[in-house]
């Protein structure tokens, strides 16, 4: 199901993109996470947004909300993701978060 919450993702080219719940659910997906655990981390971090009542932010940033919740799951949930981003995507994802 597709909401609209009007929050736009800036990326890393700096182009924007409207904020889509699914595609952050299917990243923690491919680290091996449960669709339940997927879910609830997004759901925690759409929370957020909206309490804060953000209109934009940089997919690193939405990254690192992402990241800080799936490593309270599981550690190698996280790691699946660093060693995804490091392997597929070629970026160096630890050193960005710190």
Do not use: C, H, Q
Not at 9 to 21: A, L, N, Q, T, Y
Not at 26 to 50: D, M, P, Q, Y
Not at 90 to 98: A, G, H, N, V
């Amino acid at each position: 199901m597709m909401y609209s919450f009007n929050i736009k993702v800036i990326k890393r080219d700096g182009s924007e993109e409207d904020f889509i719940p699914e595609k952050l659910i299917v990243s923690i997906l491919k680290t091996g996470a449960s669709l339940e655990v997927a879910r609830r981390i997004t759901f925690i971090v759409i929370g957020r947004l909206l309490e804060n009542k953000t209109e934009k932010i940089t997919s690193k940033e939405l990254m690192k909300n992402a990241l800080t919740l799936l490593k309270k799951e599981s550690e190698e949930w996280y790691n699946n993701w660093i060693i995804f981003d490091k392997a597929v995507k070629r970026r160096l994802t630890e050193k960005e978060l710190s």
